[in-house]
């Protein structure tokens, strides 16, 4: 499955890099695409083993909102 989520916050190489490896750490993902120009953060995962909410807390932990 994938999904892209708008998250705000994002304006540097850092923000970028902590994002993606929080969600590369969550079992289940198999890729992740980030974008900082659109704020946009694709995810490609297996929902037998993690779930949007998973995803969405584990980029809120590193400082970022998820708007949808």
Not at 1 to 28: F, P, W, Y
Not at 30 to 52: A, H, L, M, P
Request: with cysteine.
């Amino acid at each position: 499955m994938q999904i892209t989520l708008d998250v705000r916050g994002m304006t540097c190489d850092h923000c970028e890099k902590a994002v993606k490896g929080s969600l590369e750490e969550l079992n289940g993902v198999q890729g992740v695409e980030v974008s900082i120009d659109t704020n946009r953060v694709t995810v490609t995962y297996d929902d037998v083993y993690v779930s949007k909410e998973q995803m969405k807390s584990a980029i809120e932990e590193q400082g970022y909102d998820v708007v949808a």
